[in-house]
């Protein structure tokens, strides 16, 4: 690479590994691609490691963007195709011959252990954003357990200098709950402890990269969204209509959604629930849960919508509903806060865009008390001045976490890593973890959320129903 003049930014190489990367919408997806097309247009390249997988790329064909796609089977029950090992020497070499200036891997998996193992082999600067709360995706797909161990057995030989004959002597055994439970989160602590860098989308989810790696070196930086485009609202009916947006699947909690919506219809027979999204490629159980619900009323399906076209369904809603807690962000709420909706939510951890009493109430995870929180918020929408506050307070929040605020702190940081300069780390994150002791070269800087008061919903409004 040519020398910059000194009045010129270097232009970096950030490569990018992700093991999810399509065929199935998800935030991991867009919050990639939210990066590339801000470090593109900062003048860098990207160089993009992800499985082969058909999926949205509106990025394909930039003149400083390549891609390297590795060979990929399905996994059965996920919508979601993994890398197992074919071609990883060819790239590994490819890689080490000419090595990007950042490496920057994306949650633990086959392709996310070959960016550990491309800054081992190069000594580039290793960054990790931990997009997925493990401990919770550990419990829906511990049978995927032996797959990442396996590949995380590869680096290990590959570590040692091992050959190919030797990984074929490893046989993946029959998965077993508990078992590949801790495995996997062996695996995750070993990778977030190895990182130069681990940032995350919230301060929720560093915490729990605290508790399965106490020593790692942690920096919150929220994903950015910006508002979709605003569309007249489909048609819906006279009562209130709540909504869910993103992808239909178990650890999405939609079955509590549906079981807590047929109790509120039971009070609010003119009620609808849209649940948005590709719900005919989910598990055959919710599935049929999903076309049950849809044939008894009140419940519509539209199936995946393109993202441009979402505005729509936003702006046809009244509140948002949320029962997942294994979402470490979830960019949904942040379009969803753009569009002005207020939230019925059951993780109480999730607080960038959720004010408790302004713009949200919280449940239990149960259906009867996710009910009685839906019940209490369309009786607080019906009073015009709660309902203005809570859409300005939902906008207010959304504001603070734009992409490209989001872009210039990890552009940012890439440019301090590849050159070598101090990157700070965020403290207050969890103070219960007692005093964390980091290389002197590391410097911090505080993570304040800045949660405000949380006002009262209106006294007209009707609590929830006892958890």
């Known amino acids: 690479m040519p020398e910059a003049s000194p009045s010129a930014p270097q232009r970096l190489t950030i490569a990018e590994f992700t093991d999810n990367y399509g065929p199935a919408h998800s935030g991991i997806l867009y919050a990639v691609q939210f990066l590339e097309e801000q470090v593109l247009a900062a003048g860098h ?16 064909g930039h003149p400083n963007r390549r891609e390297i796609r590795l060979p990929s089977v399905a996994i059965p029950g996920m919508n979601v195709r993994l890398s197992m090992g074919q071609d990883f020497d060819y790239r590994l070499a490819q890689m080490v011959a000419n090595p990007p200036d950042v490496i920057h ?15 081992e082999r190069t000594g580039r600067p290793l960054l990790v954003t931990w997009h997925t709360d493990f401990e919770a995706y550990a419990d829906h797909y511990w049978h995927v357990a032996p797959f990442l161990n396996a590949a995380y057995k590869l680096q290990e030989l590959h570590r040692a200098e091992s050959t190919w004959a030797e990984l074929k002597k490893l046989k993946l055994k029959r998965p077993r709950r508990g078992g590949a439970q801790v495995a996997l989160l062996e695996v995750a602590s070993k990778m977030l402890t190895d990182a130069d860098l681990v940032t995350t989308p919230s301060g929720k989810t560093a915490k729990r990269v605290l508790e399965i790696a106490p020593s790692a070196r942690v920096r919150v930086v929220p994903n950015g969204t910006d508002a979709l485009p605003e569309l007249p609202p489909v048609r819906r009916g006279r009562g209130p209509r709540l909504i ?15 079981a807590a919506f047929e109790l509120v219809r039971d009070e609010r027979p003119d009620a609808e629930l849209a649940i948005v999204g590709d719900w005919k490629n989910t598990s055959a159980g919710l599935r049929r849960q999903l076309q049950r619900a849809a044939r008894s009323g009140g419940v519509i399906l539209p199936g995946q919508i393109p993202r441009e076209k979402l505005g729509a369904w936003y702006a046809s809603g009244d509140a948002f509903v949320f029962a997942s807690i294994t979402d470490t962000q979830a960019l949904v709420l942040h379009e969803a806060a753009h569009a002005g909706l207020p939230f019925v939510m059951v993780d109480h951890e999730l ?11 919280l449940a239990r995870p149960n259906a009867v008390s996710l009910a009685g929180a839906m019940l209490s918020m369309i009786d607080a929408l019906a009073d015009p001045a709660f309902r203005a506050s809570a859409s300005a307070r939902s906008r207010e929040l959304a504001a603070r976490w734009t992409i490209a605020n989001q872009s210039r702190e990890m552009i940012g940081i890439y440019e301090d890593m590849a050159a070598g300069r101090d990157v700070a780390i965020s403290e207050g994150i969890a103070p219960e973890f007692g005093r964390r002791v980091f290389p002197t070269r590391r410097v911090t800087a505080p993570f304040d959320p800045a949660e405000p008061a949380q006002p009262a919903l209106p006294s007209s409004a009707r609590p929830p129903l006892p958890a």
């Open 105 to 119: 891997v994306h949650g633990l998996g086959p392709i996310g252990l070959l960016g550990m193992w491309v800054a």
């Open 244 to 258: 869910y947006v993103g992808r239909i699947s178990l650890e999405k909690s939609i079955d509590l959604v549906l």
């Open 45 to 60: 390249k990207v160089l993009l490691v992800a499985p082969e997988a058909k999926g949205p790329n509106p990025h394909a």
């Open 351 to 361: 607080r960038l865009v959720v004010d408790p009493g302004a713009n949200a109430v």
